[in-house]
């Protein structure tokens, strides 16, 4: 795959593909600190050189980068402050401001200004505040009144479900009041309804997917609530519970534990229970449990099923009616499993590796979420149980993440095949590596980077935006930005692509330029939306990337040296007016490349895609009923379409019906739709039959008749005897060791023994490279047979 980056200073603008996860959310907490505020009032006193964007630069290190800077003209200018409005939320002493943005294309837009005390800190002159606005925050009206003023805690912030639908949670002490306080909206918030809870809340209050009315709760004293009409009544489901989930239509999922004991679910006591018919009859999935979750259709929970043993993963795709065992390593109480992502075709599993490693082994599983292969070793994940695993979602089976080399260098590596294999990424055209390194890759910066005093945003991507990811990184694992654009940044996708913003941002440094960019971060105008610099919160616009304006959040001391919060909307709109039209886009063959067999140009998870893109060179609008278009045709199946699966097989009784788990080493990675190709000649067919029934032995296949052998010579016959004699000693060796094989299954006791093959892929010059130091963990050449990582 070949990569075109433009890098602006530690950003980096990826374009996948020849030519080159979305973190989207309703919600966005911006929170000022202590150490925030004391920066501020000291920095109040100082006279600052406002011709500048931030603070002090970093000094810039690296070599010089070719960029494009592009300046305002006056007319632009005049028209991007015509459209720029900038709010101050005077007298707000909030810590925390919870943005969230209700119903889709509404512009409306809900700010809680409130702050984390404990739950009697009202008492102490405490406040919440309630903000409203109706054009893409641009203006705001406090609605506190709407609410009473009440106290609301930053840990329940606004829940927002289909709809316009709208529940905020009050904060009052348990000691003699027999329920909390909600507050509901139907209207986007332009009203509100008082509702008396009979429960106290111990979590946000849970929407069902589709329907807002029904709403599911959990008490602090372990009591599972449902509510079918928003809120106004309440009905105890069950009690002792420890989660839930919903799952398909109105099935609901609850673990809870026989003992009220605080240890249960460390000790895998809890029992996982389901419900088809809202509350009123259950049914019991499994017993000692330590968790679940839901996720892509599939139900999965770990188990401990003895005591000294260690947990282990059992999946369900029919909603708990059957389950099976997960054909993946156990882990013990001192490790975990974390489902990465996943939808109805596979998962993705990362298994902690023992002891404090911060790393693990990554899996994807079939359809089924039974049979699992590895997909990558050494993944990486800190000691809060955080990954940079990332889906990029601008372009099908791409994901993007980390791992730790064993000399404990962190390398940034990339799947175009939904995890069938890894790379590392190669560096951007316009930066060379450093002295004395003739080869470097580029290294994303994730949440291990917070380590290092740099707090990078994550890779974000969007599904409007064809092949782009805009990501922080440096050039061979370093922390010197480099780039035309100093520093670190905070960026947003907007107008499906078409535009991206971008706001520098330095630790201790104050902000008043915005850059933006119309062709995908080739060239950048910079813009001061203010006059007077503050320090700067966040970067928010509205889910989805079709709005064209962004708001830059912040705070700047007033006169009594107290900050005060500040908003500053730019609405780009008026500044690119053309609408886009046929002749502003071009036909784009996604991840095609020069190299390579040139049927194959483009093919991606068995299928080439042609997109609509919006070409670079035009400056236009793509507008709200933009809608991404591709035309899809299938490719000839080849090794790259397939992961290298259990080198033997074995037998499985799975859901009253042994399963044959016959194997070739090969498996299609899941979601390819590639046709013909590649052919598996030694694959045998799955055969699936009641267990216990032995299988049924059909007629030997037919063979040609082969011509007839003469040995005539002497020599010939005694070669012929040689052979024979070496053939019957094989033969007798391999009965003796089938006797043996099966005396030991008659006669022992011990458990299966399950073989993860050696994954291993060939290298440039067709070497089998180990992948222990490769990037990839699993590739195109998968030997039949190894003792490597045995599992029992």
Same mark, same amino acid.
């Given at each position: 795959m070949?990569?075109?980056?433009?890098?602006?200073?530690?950003?980096?603008?990826?374009?996948?593909?020849a030519?080159?996860?979305?973190?989207?959310?309703?919600?966005? !907490?911006?929170s000022?600190?202590?150490?925030?505020?004391?920066?501020?009032?000291?920095r109040?006193?100082?006279?600052?050189?406002?011709?500048?964007?931030?603070?002090?630069?970093?000094?810039?290190?690296?070599?010089?980068?070719?960029?494009?800077?592009?300046?305002l003209t006056?007319?632009?200018?005049?028209?991007l402050?015509?459209?720029?409005?900038?709010?101050?939320?005077?007298?707000?002493?909030?810590?925390h401001?919870?943005?969230?943005?209700?119903?889709?294309?509404?512009?409306?837009?809900?700010?809680?200004?409130?702050?984390?005390?404990?739950?009697?800190?009202?008492?102490?002159?405490?406040?919440?505040?309630?903000?409203?606005?109706t054009?893409?925050?641009?203006?705001?009206?406090?609605?506190?009144?709407?609410i009473?003023?009440?106290?609301?805690?930053?840990?329940?912030?606004?829940?927002?479900g289909?709809?316009?639908?709208?529940?905020?949670?009050?904060?009052?002490?348990?000691?003699?009041?027999?329920?909390?306080?909600?507050?509901?909206?139907?209207?986007?918030?332009?009203?509100?309804?008082?509702?008396?809870?009979?429960?106290?809340?111990?979590?946000?209050?849970?929407?069902?997917?589709?329907?807002?009315?029904?709403?599911?709760?959990?008490?602090?004293?372990?009591?599972?609530?449902?509510?079918?009409?928003?809120?106004?009544?309440?009905?105890?489901v069950?009690?002792?519970?420890?989660?839930?989930?919903?799952?398909?239509?109105?099935?609901?999922?609850?673990?809870?534990?026989?003992?009220?004991?605080v240890?249960?679910d460390?000790?895998?006591?809890?029992?996982?229970?389901?419900?088809?018919?809202?509350g009123?009859?259950?049914?019991?999935i499994?017993?000692?449990?330590?968790?679940f979750?839901?996720?892509?259709?599939?139900?999965?929970?770990?188990?401990?099923?003895?005591?000294?043993?260690?947990?282990?993963?059992?999946?369900?795709?029919?909603q708990?009616?059957?389950?099976?065992r997960?054909?993946?390593?156990?882990?013990?109480?001192e490790q975990?499993?974390?489902?990465l992502?996943?939808d109805?075709?596979?998962?993705?599993m990362?298994?902690?590796?023992?002891g404090?490693?911060?790393f693990?082994?990554?899996?994807?599983?079939?359809?089924?979420?039974?049979?699992?292969?590895?997909?990558?070793e050494?993944?990486?994940?800190?000691?809060?149980?955080?990954?940079?695993?990332?889906?990029?979602?601008?372009?099908?089976?791409?994901?993007l993440?980390?791992?730790?080399?064993?000399?404990?260098?962190?390398?940034?590596?990339?799947?175009?095949?939904?995890?069938?294999?890894?790379?590392?990424?190669?560096?951007?055209?316009n930066?060379?590596?450093?002295?004395?390194?003739?080869?470097?890759?580029?290294?994303?910066?994730g949440e291990?980077?917070?380590?290092?005093?740099?707090?990078?945003m994550l890779?974000l991507?969007?599904?409007?935006?064809?092949?782009?990811?805009?990501?922080?990184?440096?050039?061979?694992?370093?922390?010197n930005?480099?780039?035309?654009?100093?520093?670190?940044?905070?960026?947003?996708?907007?107008?499906s692509?078409?535009?991206?913003?971008?706001?520098?941002?330095?630790?201790?440094?104050q902000?008043?330029?915005?850059?933006?960019?119309?062709?995908e971060?080739?060239?950048?105008?910079s813009?001061?939306?203010?006059?007077?610099?503050?320090?700067?919160?966040?970067?928010?616009?509205?889910?989805?990337t079709?709005?064209?304006?962004?708001?830059?959040?912040g705070?700047?001391p007033?006169?009594?040296?107290?900050?005060?919060?500040?908003?500053? !909307?730019?609405?780009?709109?008026s500044?690119?007016?053309?609408?886009?039209?046929?002749q502003?886009?071009?036909?784009?063959?996604?991840?095609?490349?020069?190299e390579?067999?040139?049927?194959?140009?483009?093919?991606?998870?068995?299928?080439?895609?042609t997109?609509?893109?919006?070409?670079?060179?035009s400056?236009?609008?793509?507008?709200?009923?933009f809608?991404?278009?591709?035309k899809?045709?299938?490719?000839?199946?080849?090794?790259?379409?397939?992961v290298?699966?259990?080198?033997?097989?074995?037998?499985?009784?799975?859901?009253?019906?042994?399963?044959?788990?016959?194997?070739?080493?090969?498996?299609?990675?899941?979601?390819?739709?590639?046709?013909?190709?590649?052919?598996?000649?030694?694959?045998?067919?799955?055969?699936?039959?009641?267990?216990?029934?032995?299988?049924?032995?059909?007629?030997?296949?037919?063979?040609?008749?082969?011509p007839? !052998?003469?040995?005539?010579?002497?020599r010939?016959?005694?070669?012929?005897?040689?052979?024979?004699?070496g053939?019957?000693?094989?033969?007798?060796?391999?009965?003796?060791?089938?006797?043996?094989?099966?005396?030991?299954?008659?006669?022992?006791?011990?458990?299966?023994?399950?073989?993860?093959?050696?994954?291993?892929?060939?290298?440039?010059?067709?070497?089998?490279?180990?992948?222990?130091?490769a990037?990839?963990?699993?590739?195109?050449?998968?030997?039949?047979?190894?003792?490597?990582?045995?599992?029992?």
């Open positions: 070949i990569w075109r980056l433009v890098v602006l200073g530690g950003v980096y603008v990826l374009f996948l593909g030519e080159g996860s979305s973190r989207g959310g309703r919600t966005v !907490t911006f000022r600190t202590q150490q925030d505020e004391s920066q501020g009032q000291g109040a006193r100082q006279r600052r050189d406002t011709s500048s964007s931030s603070g002090t630069p970093r000094p810039f290190h690296g070599p010089p980068f070719t960029s494009c800077r592009t300046p006056p007319d632009e200018h005049r028209v402050d015509d459209n720029t409005q900038e709010t101050g939320f005077n007298g707000d002493d909030g810590s401001v919870i943005l969230t943005w209700v119903g889709d294309g509404t512009g409306v837009v809900l700010v809680l200004s409130t702050f984390s005390a404990p739950i009697d800190s009202f008492m102490t002159g405490g406040s919440s505040r309630l903000y409203r606005s054009d893409y925050a641009k203006s705001f009206q406090d609605i506190s009144h709407r009473n003023h009440t106290f609301i805690r930053e840990e329940f912030e606004v829940s927002v289909p709809g316009s639908s709208v529940i905020l949670t009050a904060d009052i002490p348990v000691v003699d009041h027999p329920g909390g306080i909600i507050f509901t909206s139907t209207d986007a918030g332009a009203t509100f309804k008082f509702i008396q809870l009979p429960f106290h809340l111990a979590q946000r209050i849970t929407y069902h997917f589709l329907n807002p009315d029904y709403l599911v709760a959990l008490s602090i004293d372990g009591g599972l609530w449902l509510s079918l009409d928003f809120g106004a009544k309440w009905t105890k069950h009690d002792g519970v420890h989660s839930f989930s919903w799952g398909a239509g109105i099935d609901m999922f609850f673990s809870f534990s026989r003992e009220d004991t240890e249960t460390e000790r895998g006591d809890l029992v996982l229970k389901r419900t088809t018919d809202l009123k009859t259950f049914t019991t499994h017993e000692n449990i330590f968790s979750g839901y996720i892509g259709a599939l139900v999965f929970f770990s188990v401990m099923e003895d005591p000294r043993s260690p947990r282990v993963m059992y999946f369900s795709s029919d708990g009616e059957t389950f099976s997960a054909l993946l390593p156990s882990a013990s109480t975990f499993y974390s489902i992502d996943g109805v075709d596979m998962l993705f990362h298994v902690d590796n023992p404090d490693t911060f693990g082994t990554m899996y994807t599983s079939d359809d089924r979420g039974i049979l699992f292969s590895k997909s990558l050494r993944h990486l994940f800190d000691g809060h149980r955080k990954s940079d695993f990332t889906n990029i979602t601008s372009l099908r089976g791409v994901y993440t980390n791992k730790l080399d064993k000399d404990g260098r962190i390398r940034s590596v990339i799947s175009f095949n939904r995890g069938g294999m890894w790379r590392q990424l190669n560096k951007p055209e930066v060379e590596c450093e002295d004395q390194v003739k080869n470097c890759n580029l290294h994303i910066h291990h980077s917070r380590k290092n005093r740099i707090v990078p890779a991507s969007e599904p409007t935006a064809i092949g782009l990811v805009i990501a922080h990184g440096t050039v061979d694992g370093g922390y930005w480099r780039g035309t654009l100093k520093g670190p940044h905070h960026y947003s996708i907007l107008d692509g078409g535009l991206i913003v971008a706001v520098e941002t330095q630790r201790e440094g902000v008043k330029t915005i850059k933006f960019s119309t062709d971060g080739q060239c950048w105008k813009y001061n939306f203010t006059e007077q610099p503050f320090f700067f919160a966040g970067l928010a616009s509205e889910p989805g079709k709005a064209m304006n962004v708001s830059v959040w705070f700047r007033e006169e009594d040296g107290q900050p005060m919060w500040v908003v500053v !909307t730019i609405d780009f709109q500044l690119i007016t053309r609408e886009c039209n046929d502003d886009y071009e036909e784009w063959l996604a991840h095609a490349t020069d390579g067999d040139l049927k194959r140009k483009g093919c991606l998870l068995g299928v080439k895609e997109y609509r893109r919006l070409k670079k060179k400056v236009c609008r793509n507008g709200r009923g809608v991404v278009s591709k899809q045709s299938p490719c000839l199946c080849t090794r790259e379409d397939y290298c699966d259990y080198g033997y097989y074995r037998h499985l009784c799975l859901n009253g019906e042994e399963d044959e788990l016959l194997t070739a080493g090969y498996r299609k990675v899941p979601s390819d739709r590639c046709e013909g190709g590649f052919n598996l000649q030694l694959a045998v067919q799955t055969v699936i039959r009641p267990c216990g029934v032995k299988p049924s032995l059909g007629p030997p296949p037919a063979r040609s008749p082969s007839i !052998t003469h040995f005539d010579t002497a010939e016959r005694l070669v012929l005897i040689l052979v024979c004699a053939a019957g000693v094989i033969v007798l060796v391999v009965i003796v060791s089938a006797i043996i094989a099966v005396k030991g299954v008659v006669q022992g006791t011990s458990s299966p023994v399950y073989r993860f093959s050696n994954l291993r892929i060939q290298d440039e010059d067709n070497s089998i490279v180990d992948l222990e130091s990037a990839s963990s699993n590739g195109t050449a998968c030997p039949q047979d190894s003792d490597d990582d045995l599992i029992e």
